[in-house]
Nanobody
Framework: QVQLVESGGGSVQAGGSLRLSCAAS?????MGWFRQAPGKAREGVAA??????AYADAVKGRFTISRDNAKKMLYLQINSLEPEDTAIYYC???????????????????WGQGTQVTVSS
């Protein structure tokens, strides 16, 4: 069983930056970041298969996923925040990996509790 704990969310103004962190009790082959805005489905924003990464089109160029295997930490650097980025952000893990790493929620079986990101205009 893998436990995931997110941190780093907060309230920021548009154009600002945040770095989300995910502390993992163990890494799975693929790790990802998802978000869910009120009234919307959970969507994948970034995923990592080792050094191979994948990003949703809406966040390319603004979001960067990284991992520190020694510390068992997963990160999401978010720049140029937009009000549309407001959501709960979740860290997730799965051993059902694909190439590129998947951005679909239903293949991930380990989830954190989420961290709220609120962006004001």
């Amino acid at each position: 069983q893998v436990q995931l704990v997110e941190s780093g969310g907060g309230s920021v103004q548009a154009g600002g930056s945040l770095r989300l962190s995910c502390a993992a009790s163990g890494f799975t082959s693929c790790m990802g970041w998802f978000r869910q805005a009120p009234g919307k489905a959970r969507e994948g924003v970034a995923a990592s298969l080792g050094s191979i990464t994948a990003y949703a089109d809406a966040v390319k160029g603004r979001f960067t996923i990284s991992r520190d295997n020694a510390k068992k930490m997963l990160y999401l650097q978010i720049n140029s925040l937009e009000p549309e980025d407001t959501a709960i952000y979740y860290c997730a893990g799965t051993n059902w990996c694909t190439y590129p790493p998947p951005l679909v929620a239903n293949v991930y079986n380990y989830w954190g509790q989420g961290t709220q990101v609120t962006v004001s205009s």
